[in-house]
């Protein structure tokens, strides 16, 4: 679509013992979609991840967990007319997950049969669909 902006961003799959996904709501928004955000000037993909799961939910990647699950393309949950391009890492997290800085709420859903929400393109459509299929 000529004139759409895309916008780089690292997103974290997340999953429990029972093997729900970790999704999570920014503060004035509809859509739970996968902790995560842009990079900062300089940093590498995992450098990100650790940095916004850290800032979004207050817990630590641990070192060496990151698992590169591919890149995919989406239009963008709160971005009206652009679109977000997520290098997606399955990642494992420790110390207590609670939503802080511009994060309102975050859930777990089971991959198999996710809840009547609202739920961003990337995550319904690429996101979720890998996790219900096993690959994480």
Request: hydrophobic fraction near 45%; charge should be negative; charged fraction near 25%.
């Amino acid at each position: 679509m000529t004139g759409t902006s895309t916008i780089h961003v690292v997103a974290a799959l997340i999953r429990d013992q029972a093997g729900r996904v970790l999704l999570v709501r920014k503060r004035g928004t509809t859509a739970f979609m996968q902790p995560g955000g842009k990079r900062d000037a300089g940093e590498d993909d995992v450098t990100a991840l650790a940095r916004e799961v850290d800032e979004e939910l207050g817990c630590r990647m641990i070192s060496g967990s990151a698992r590169p699950l591919g890149e995919f393309e989406a239009i963008a949950a709160n971005e009206p007319g652009r679109r977000v391009k997520a290098a997606v890492y399955g990642i494992d997290v420790k110390g207590e997950i609670a939503p802080r800085a511009e994060i309102d709420e975050m859930i777990w859903v089971d991959p198999l049969a996710p809840p009547d929400i609202v739920l961003a393109p990337l995550t319904r459509d690429h996101v979720l669909p890998l996790a219900a299929a096993g690959k994480v």
